[in-house]
Nanobody, 126 residues
Framework: QVQLVESGGGSVQAGGSLRLSCVASGGTFSTYGMGWFRQAPGMEREFVSATRYVRTNSYTADSADSAKGRFTISRTNANAVSLQMNSLKPEDTAVYYC?????????????????WGQGTQVTVSS
């Protein structure tokens, strides 16, 4: 049974940093795309950043404009991904979800991701 488990959420003041981590189990995800979405109250789930497979032990990253320059995604191993979030803003407050998709292409549509974690809350206060 595939499971994605996130960790690292919490509360921080504006300008602070958090690091989210996600570990997948129950399968081999080396060629999967893995990344992060977020969902604020009353809003749709939105793409944040994702890694996609290029070749053995090599991944590239794609990020939303809101994440560029502040968030850094890393594929720490075939089954794990992390998101370093710096210069956090109150508008970054949301539940952050780890997700995985069986594709090597650029995928930013939440509906195409097959596996999801339970989510971790990130709250940024002003």
């Amino acid at each position: 049974q595939v499971q994605l488990v996130e960790s690292g959420g919490g509360s921080v003041q504006a300008g602070g940093s958090l690091r989210l981590s996600c570990v997948a189990s129950g399968g081999t995800f080396s060629t999967y795309g893995m990344g992060w979405f977020r969902q604020a109250p009353g809003m749709e789930r939105e793409f944040v950043s994702a890694t996609r497979y290029v070749r053995t032990n090599s991944y590239t990253a794609d990020s939303a404009d809101s994440a560029k320059g502040r968030f850094t995604i890393s594929r720490t191993n075939a089954n794990a991904v992390s998101l370093q979030m710096n210069s956090l803003k109150p508008e970054d407050t949301a539940v952050y979800y780890c997700a995985a998709v069986r594709s090597r292409a650029v995928v930013t549509d939440a509906g195409e991701f097959e596996y999801w974690g339970q989510g971790t809350q990130v709250t940024v206060s002003s």
